[in-house]
């Protein structure tokens, strides 16, 4: 899969349930297991208005990589499916 140029620029989440710091790009390339585990992690962020206040930054990221996880388990579930 392709990469787009806004998603090369270097924005990382640290993964408690993948015990490692992933960056967006290697989103691409993650396992399905493991883009599941972080779809879960991230949604989970998101989903705790606590966690918005207390780590804005954290917050936001989550719901970048949440977003991207989304779209790619998306194109590889349409991919598979033809």
């Known amino acids: 899969m392709d ?5 090369q620029n270097q924005k990382w989440f640290k993964s408690h349930l ?3 710091s992933i960056e967006l790009q290697e989103l691409y ?6 883009l ?13 208005s606590v966690n918005r206040d207390r ?8 719901g970048y990589f949440l977003e991207l996880a989304r779209l790619i388990d998306q194109r ?3 991919e598979t499916s033809t």
Request: hydrophobic content about 30%; some cysteine; glycine content about 8%.
């Open 29 to 34: 390339e993650l396992p399905q297991g493991e």
């Open 55 to 62: 780590n804005h930054g954290k917050w936001c990221t989550a």
């Open 3 to 7: 990469i787009p140029l806004q998603e």
């Open 18 to 20: 993948l015990d490692r």
């Open 36 to 48: 599941d585990l972080l779809l879960a992690e991230t949604a989970e962020l998101r989903s705790d």
């Open 76 to 78: 590889r579930g349409r």
